[in-house]
């Protein structure tokens, strides 16, 4: 079946709803959060409906059917990523998993692969949003390890120059996302994890932009943990993805503690359950987990390949068109080289606030400010930037739309 | 256009040409704002003369809100006593959280009236008042200087 973005529309309910006094919704924000389908919406709220339960306890029907649907989807998962079902943790979200995977490390003893001290260091890159930047500022402050990262070159690339210097023997873990969530810009990621593991570091994946719009393939890209958060994957909020290579989690210590993650507890004492439940304390968000494995079910009928190509396409349109506008400069690759569809821009002297007011009354949603990525835009010299950030079910009329929107707000605010 | 309550002449005019956006050298008193959410940025100076405002200078990155409503604080409060600038200050603020019901009193806001249309827009409201909040801010440091 040939991919369809106008008919992909139509399992969105909200896009049919109006903004503004009758404003078509032209949604441009999906780097921030997806919209959701029908199906996903539909499974979340069954699960309510029919099946909820607190999941791995209870000795009754229904807690072995939210169980079922729970583990079945992290079968969905495992498979989406090409991972094994025992290496996919749930989360409440991607902030979550990067917070995870820090504090856990923190909690290293001696001798533990994981255990960092002042001398040992942790890589980042200048890219990053702050989700996968603080906790490795925080991590470092803990244990005294020195904080490095990769610049970012005027281009919006990474610079990997001084990669032997960025890396080097010090370095326990490299940290960078797939691709930037301001920048669209997709990292090269082989010449990193070479240069992390010939040194003995682990690799951690900020996936949040990358595992919604492209196959993934964990054990391909040669990484070690990875992240990402369901509500960008057209999936419900309050669920996110911690993957880790099953030697790792077993060594790696827990983050929180308390129910369902023990093997044995005694008045003074505990030991955990293996991996993935080591990692999943407390009763979790078994209907998002539910609507999550709907959401990697849908994408992957209409196949990720197909999504990635549509992308890409829409993304050299709206680049061309982009192109065109005077004043307008793109932060980011200017072409659709190693680039996904987050798009951000300036327009002269008017105030990415400003413009996206003007495209909101025109029922264009777009993102505007420093995307949780201060370090970046700063590096950048750009305070803040508007973004437009593409999904499966946009179209060419939506890019059409935001062109027409930004040439017009320039007419408005040339007043 | 409803916009239009929002993006009045006056406030696009105070964008385009702020007042006394250039650090005074001398102050009682300089504080940094930030608001968080979108990284709009101001550093603002303060000099008292007794209980008189007797200047306020500032510079700053934002949006058009939050510029123009700096602007249009320097030059309503300059040359006002701390209880009228603390008046006017009630006054606006009353003005911002009214959802759009008030057009605020021409009296004592002067053109901060324009900034009537930003109660109706929720998330631009702190655009707004990042500049009354540094002058606050500053106001109190700069009184506290004088015990």
Not at chain 1, 306 to 325: F, M, S, V
Request: with cysteine.
């Amino acid at each position: 079946m040939a991919f369809d973005a106008h008919s992909i529309a139509k399992d969105f309910p909200i896009l049919d709803r109006t903004i503004r006094d009758g404003k078509r919704l032209v949604y441009l924000d999906s780097g921030a959060t997806s919209q959701k389908p029908n199906v996903v919406i539909d499974a979340e709220s069954n699960f309510y409906r029919l099946s909820n339960s607190a999941v791995h306890r209870g000795a009754h029907q229904l807690a072995e059917e939210a169980t079922d649907a729970y583990e079945g989807a992290r079968s969905i998962v495992a498979n989406f990523l090409n991972a094994e079902v025992d290496e996919i943790i749930f989360t409440k979200g991607a902030t979550e998993s990067l917070n995870l995977v820090a504090y856990a490390m923190g909690n290293a003893e001696p001798g533990n692969r994981f255990h960092l001290i002042a001398g040992d260091s942790i890589v980042v890159t200048e890219m990053e949003h702050h989700a996968n930047l603080i906790p490795w500022q925080q991590l470092a402050a803990r244990t005294g390890a020195t904080l490095k990262w990769f610049s970012v070159t005027e281009e919006g690339r990474l610079d990997l120059s001084q990669i032997n210097t960025v890396i080097d023997e010090t370095t326990k873990v490299v940290a960078l996302t797939h691709q930037s969530n301001v920048l669209g810009t997709i990292n090269p990621l082989e010449e990193i994890t070479t240069r992390a593991h010939e040194v003995g570091a682990v690799v951690v994946l900020d996936a949040c932009q990358s595992v919604p719009h492209m196959p993934t393939d964990v054990k391909a890209l040669n990484i070690d943990f990875l992240a990402f958060s369901g509500h960008k994957a057209v999936g419900p909020t309050g669920i996110g993805i911690f993957w880790g290579r099953a030697e790792l989690l077993a060594e790696l210590p827990p983050f929180l503690t308390g129910g369902s993650m023990i093997e044995n507890v005694t008045m003074t004492s505990a030991t955990w359950a293996p991996a993935p439940r080591k990692f999943e304390a407390g009763v979790p968000n078994m209907a998002q987990a539910v609507g999550l494995g709907a959401a990697l079910t849908y994408l992957t009928s209409i196949g990720m390949e197909n999504i990635y190509r549509h992308e890409t396409e829409l993304t050299a349109y709206l680049l061309a068109g982009l192109a065109d506008i005077p004043n307008l400069r793109v932060v980011g690759p200017t072409t659709t080289e190693n680039r996904g569809g987050a798009v951000s821009f300036t327009l002269g002297d008017i105030h990415p606030h400003d413009l996206g007011q003007y495209l909101d009354s025109q029922g264009i949603a777009v993102r505007t400010g420093h995307h949780c990525a201060w370090p970046l835009t700063r590096k950048l010299g750009v305070p803040a930037t508007t973004r437009a950030s593409l999904y499966l079910y946009n179209t060419t009329e939506d890019l059409d739309a935001l062109i027409k929107g930004v040439q017009d707000a320039q007419k408005y605010f040339g007043r | 256009m409803q916009l239009d309550n929002l993006y009045q002449e006056v406030i696009l005019d105070h964008y385009k040409n702020p007042q006394h956006k250039k650090l005074n050298a001398t102050y009682d008193a300089q504080v940094h704002h930030v608001n968080p959410s979108c990284g709009d940025e101001i550093t603002l100076n303060v000099t008292l003369n007794g209980d008189v405002v007797k200047d306020v200078s500032w510079d700053g990155v934002g949006c058009s809100i939050s510029q123009a409503s700096v602007s249009i604080l320097t030059d309503l409060l300059i040359g006002k006593s701390l209880t009228q600038a603390q008046e006017i200050a009630d006054s606006f603020m009353h003005l911002m959280q009214s959802k759009g019901t008030e057009k605020g009193d021409e009296e004592i806001l002067e053109d901060a009236v324009a900034l009537a249309g930003v109660s109706q827009y929720p998330a631009r409201i702190k655009c707004a008042l990042l500049g009354w909040m540094a002058f606050k801010d500053a106001s109190v440091q700069a009184l506290a200087k004088q015990v």
